[in-house]
């Protein structure tokens, strides 16, 4: 039996070392637990000790998991970190707070759709962005990245807060992290989501506003 509370305590510390220490960290990055396949009674021990933060990569999963939570606890926060398919966006946009795999035309133009209806209720958006070129990975190419950052933000006018990215496994995730930070400054964005539990030390040097951290908090993940 693995202490969450105790593992989230220890990443929070550890970056505020690193925050400290790094001229592109004015803000000690904000930890989002991702929760995917753990359950209701693996999240709970962090809520009641007043975390409010936590990432799902799967809107049906999260759905049954996080609704009744969220009665309890209206306050919760929630980002959707998996890819979301566009007929998937209603019931996205009633739970996240925040979507962080904006990474297509077609899904801008479903959310859109979903924005103009539904103004007073609507999560902030960030752009994925498929750093490595990966093809297995959801996220826009970075070829394309500034046009479609300039198409969500400047054409449809969505609320993109910031940019997200998950660096491929097999190379120094730095590299990733500081592309990532020179795009977002060229837009005018201010969010980082980018860092796991592989590397969220090395995020939080490059300024990551969120870092999202399942296994070093929860334990090995089941499957
Ligand atoms: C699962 C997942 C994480 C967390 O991964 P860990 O290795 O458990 O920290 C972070 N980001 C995304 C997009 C994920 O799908």
């Not at 899904?107 to 750093?131: C, G, M, R, S, Y």
């Not at 959801?138 to 990245?145: C, R, S």
């Not at 054409?155 to 995730?173: F, N, Q, T, W």
């Given at each position: 039996?693995?202490?969450?509370?105790q593992?989230?305590h220890t990443?929070?510390?550890?970056l505020?070392d690193v925050?400290?220490l790094?001229?592109?960290?004015?803000k000690?990055?904000q930890?989002?637990?991702?929760?995917?396949y753990?359950?209701?009674e693996?999240v709970?021990?962090?809520?009641?000790?007043n975390h409010r933060?936590f990432?799902e990569?799967?809107?049906?999963?999260?759905w049954?998991?996080?609704?009744?939570l969220?009665q309890?606890?209206?306050?919760l926060c929630?980002?959707?970190?998996?890819?979301?398919q566009s007929?998937?966006?209603?019931?996205?946009?009633t739970?996240?707070?925040?979507?962080?795999?904006?990474?297509?035309?077609s899904?801008?133009q479903a959310l859109h759709?979903e924005w103009?209806k539904n103004?007073?209720?609507?999560?902030d958006?960030?752009?994925q962005?498929n750093?490595g070129?990966?093809?297995?990975k959801?996220?826009?190419l970075?070829k394309?990245?500034?046009?479609?950052i300039?198409?969500?933000?400047?054409e449809?006018?969505l609320?993109?807060?910031?940019?997200?990215?998950i660096?491929p496994?097999?190379?120094p995730a730095?590299?990733?992290?500081?592309?990532?930070?020179t795009?977002?400054?060229q837009?005018?964005?201010?969010?980082l989501s980018?860092?796991?539990s592989q590397?969220?030390?090395i995020?939080?040097?490059?300024g990551?506003?969120y870092v999202?951290v399942?296994?070093?908090i929860?334990g090995?993940?089941?499957?």
């Amino acid at each position: 039996m693995t202490n969450s509370l105790q593992n989230l305590h220890t990443i929070q510390k550890e970056l505020e070392d690193v925050a400290k220490l790094s001229p592109h960290t004015p803000k000690t990055p904000q930890v989002i637990a991702i929760s995917k396949y753990f359950t209701k009674e693996d999240v709970l021990p962090l809520i009641k000790a007043n975390h409010r933060l936590f990432g799902e990569n799967k809107v049906q999963e999260a759905w049954d998991k996080w609704t009744p939570l969220k009665q309890t606890y209206p306050d919760l926060c929630l980002h959707l970190v998996g890819s979301l398919q566009s007929n998937k966006v209603d019931k996205a946009i009633t739970l996240f707070d925040v979507i962080e795999t904006l990474d297509r035309p077609s899904l801008a133009q479903a959310l859109h759709q979903e924005w103009t209806k539904n103004l007073d209720h609507f999560p902030d958006l960030f752009i994925q962005v498929n750093t490595g070129a990966e093809e297995q990975k959801g996220g826009v190419l970075p070829k394309d990245a500034s046009p479609f950052i300039q198409y969500c933000c400047k054409e449809l006018k969505l609320p993109v807060k910031g940019l997200m990215c998950i660096p491929p496994a097999d190379e120094p995730a730095a590299i990733h992290f500081s592309y990532l930070r020179t795009l977002a400054i060229q837009h005018d964005l201010s969010i980082l989501s980018m860092g796991m539990s592989q590397d969220y030390k090395i995020a939080a040097q490059f300024g990551a506003s969120y870092v999202r951290v399942g296994q070093a908090i929860f334990g090995k993940r089941p499957t």
